[in-house]
């Protein structure tokens, strides 16, 4: 195998030279992933030449690690025959995705060159919405009767075995699909020595499954919580529809973390890589949420205009203007720690709207003992800057306790009450909750200034 750092020179020499035989080895030396990853960074033309030296399966083991612009780029841009041949070989749910975000017209040139049974495959897919179990899985799984004898079903899995995705799992069929039980693979080779011992006596009919209407992230969340390598998919009769391998489910919790990740940010989730996403597609992703915060800013400037003219802007009292920051970054950072750690916790199932007690008791715990450390240090901070009272001093560490008190409270429960209304707890973002702070530290400090100010 080639060093990493001369895959690609050696490809660009290879494909100058015209060396069928380099270009075939590298096809077959090269892990799929690096294949793809060393031809994406080649053009679109040079690309397809390297793959073309490749048979078949290893082709469309490479294809399947292009990211699916990458994909979709290639189905728009080569021969449609070829691409023909190989959306053949690919598994029946990349096939969907593939033609479901192409271009319609090529979509609808490229099915009739498919074969009858793909296409009847692709339609049958193509009826789930976007983000449910059946969008995600593919129909080729191994099956069994659970008539079948240990003999019997290792003969029919090798026959089999060339047309599956994976064979981790056999699924227990009955002769209208139902499902009635599972079988590891390992349990079966294990049995070799019992050949006539029936399917029914080995399998688990205990089976953990999903409906094809399921959210992606509640079969994502089955898999990871039965540490399973693959899911049936069933319809309402509990008929066999096709299997969730781990490798999609992987996909779907990257997906969501990533689209998770840019909520918290304050950003609307993008649809494509960073890279790909255009220009004013990017500037609206940002721009929306970015005004609602700003009209937030506003409120915080209108709450500051209430006290205008009043005892505290005076001269004696400017000195208050000087913690407005310290006050809202105290309240912000600490409402988004919070937010950012029970959307983290509900994501990773630690969690649930249920624990709704427990979770204001720590957080009010936790904004007490902030608030005491941070509103002492405040103090020192008041007492060298701000006025020769030490009364009046004493709005500033007051002010930093109630603040932070507020942003733990309001960081934890605001995301946990979206969750149990159905929202996106990560829509509940941490700018998003600092600009609500930011308006009620604003409240709370002149407030207590007042208080402190017209009483001493």
Known sequence: MYPNTLYLPELREMLSQSDDAGLREFCVAVHPAAAAEFTDLLNLNEAWTVLRHADLPTQAEIFSFYDLPKQIE???????GEMASLIVELPPDDRVDI????????ATELLPMLP????????????????????????DYARVSEETTVEHALEEIGAQSAQLETIYYLYVVDQHDHLRGVLSARDLVSSFGRPQTKISELMETHVVSVDADDDSDDVADQVAKYDLAAIPVVDDEHRMLGIITHDDVIDVMREQAVEDTQRIGGLAPLEESYLRVSIPRLTWNRGMWLILLFFGALLTALALEQYQ????LTASTAWLVLFIPLIISCGGNTGSQSATLIISALSAGHVSPQDWLKIILRELLQGVLLGIVLGTIGYLAAL???????IHALAIPITILLV??????????????FEQIGWDPALMSTPFIAGIIDVVGIVIYMSVALMLISGG
Do not use: H
């Open 74 to 80: 290639f189905l728009e841009n080569v021969d449609l």
């Open 309 to 312: 003219g009043g005892p505290l």
């Open 99 to 106: 033609l479901n975000e192409a271009d319609p017209k090529i």
């Open 116 to 139: 009858e049974n793909i296409r009847r495959d692709i339609f049958l897919l193509q009826r789930y919405p976007e983000d449910t179990a059946g969008s995600l899985m593919t129909t």
């Open 384 to 390: 060298l800057m701000g006025p020769d009272n030490w």
């Open 404 to 417: 932070v008190i507020c942003g733990t409270l309001l960081g934890a429960m605001l995301p946990l009450i």
